[in-house]
T-cell receptor
Framework: DAKTTQPPSMDCAEGRAANLPCNHSTISGNEYVYWYRQIHSQGPQYIIHGLKNNETNEMASLIITEDRKSSTLILPHATLRDTAVYYCIVHHTGANSKLTFGKGITLSVRP | EAGVAQSPRYKIIEKRQSVAFWCNPISGHATLYWYQQILGQGPKLLIQFQNNGVVDDSQLPKDRFSAERLKGVDSTLKIQPAKLEDSAVYLC????????????FGPGTRLLVL
């Protein structure tokens, strides 16, 4: 699976949009971009995934650039409960594919 | 829908002792994973089951770690004997299929080896 690069941390104000960047310049055609988050003392939580089109669900939006070398996870109205480590993972969908977690980006939402 | 259940939530043992963790995945999920998460790092896959068969155990330290999923539902992960560096959170996850579907994680078991 391709490697991803995320800044170590960022913060945003409560109620504002949080835009979390991820670079995956070596992504190949059959690899999806997945986002998970891990709130302190909990297991990781699946957020969203996409291939090339932008995706939106009740938790977040995923914007993937046209060349697929980077993506942005958008939390439209961040709350204090969104403070967590966010992992961007590139993953092909074969049965033997490993979902490899990096260190992620720590998002701190301030009041 | 009930989530992935794990027990115990916390365990403290001395080095060279044995320990076992239990996981009950989401009903109907054929794929089950065990991950190890050391403090400050992302989770690392130890073993993946598809029903009761092992798909990938390449990162499982087989000299001391073992896992089974006898009836294709619940799973246990055992460490025997434990070392100090095994101190970590052990996460169980399940998914409907190993490919596209998202993985659903349990709360984890926090192990401290003294």
């Amino acid at each position: 699976d391709a490697k991803t690069t995320q800044p170590p941390s960022m913060d945003c104000a409560e109620g504002r949009a949080a835009n979390l960047p991820c670079n995956h310049s070596t992504i190949s055609g059959n690899e999806y971009v997945y986002w998970y988050r891990q709130i302190h003392s909990q297991g990781p939580q699946y957020i969203i995934h996409g291939l090339k089109n932008n995706e939106t669900n009740e938790m977040a939006s995923l914007i993937i650039t046209e060349d697929r070398k980077s993506s942005t996870l958008i939390l439209p109205h961040a709350t204090l409960r969104d403070t967590a480590v966010y992992y961007c993972i590139v993953h092909h969908t074969g049965a033997n594919s490993k979902l490899t977690f990096g260190k992620g980006i720590t998002l701190s939402v301030r009041p | 829908e009930a989530g992935v259940a794990q027990s115990p939530r916390y365990k403290i043992i001395e080095k060279r002792q044995s320990v076992a963790f239990w996981c009950n995945p989401i009903s109907g999920h054929a794929t089950l994973y065990w991950y190890q998460q050391i403090l400050g790092q992302g989770p690392k896959l130890l073993i993946q089951f598809q029903n009761n068969g092992v798909v990938d155990d390449s990162q499982l330290p087989k000299d001391r770690f073992s896992a089974e999923r006898l009836k294709g539902v619940d799973s246990t992960l055992k460490i025997q004997p434990a070392k100090l560096e095994d101190s970590a959170v052990y996460l169980c996850a399940s998914s409907l299929d190993p490919g596209l579907a998202g993985r659903y994680f349990g709360p984890g078991t926090r192990l401290l080896v003294l």
